[in-house]
């Protein structure tokens, strides 16, 4: 009933950008909060980064300064913009999205996207 697709992802230097996406396609009413969770090879998922409906926005230490999240709610996207990246942000990158499926706030849906492959070399 929703999906999330996800792109953007390769593979970078050391200094570089990517920009990463992800669009809510499907059944729902609007969205709530959207976020980047992402997972190394041996290591516990993440939340990267999460912003609300209206803007408000939250990171993790190691990315503060370095990434920023935005979205459109029109087009129910979310964005990573990542900007000195650093070979430890490698990882499969994760879009969710808190979905609220009826007009009267009585049903949510959390959704997962894909997973979209970043990966930093040094």
């Known amino acids: 009933q929703v999906q999330l697709v996800e792109s953007g992802g390769g593979l970078v230097q050391s200094g570089g950008s990517l920009r990463l996406s992800c669009a809510a396609s499907g059944s729902f009413f609007t969205i709530n909060a959207m976020g980047w969770y992402r997972q190394a090879p041996g290591k516990q998922r993440e939340l990267v980064a999460s912003?609300?409906?209206?803007?408000?926005?939250n990171y993790v230490d190691s990315v503060k300064g370095r990434f920023t999240i935005s979205r459109d709610n029109a087009r129910n996207t979310v964005y990573l913009q990542m900007n000195s990246l650093k070979p430890e942000d490698t990882a499969a990158y994760y879009c969710n999205a808190a979905t609220v499926l009826d007009a009267v706030y009585s049903r949510y849906l959390e959704v997962w996207g894909q997973g979209t492959l970043v990966t930093v070399s040094s």
């Open positions: 912003i609300g409906r209206s803007g408000s926005t």
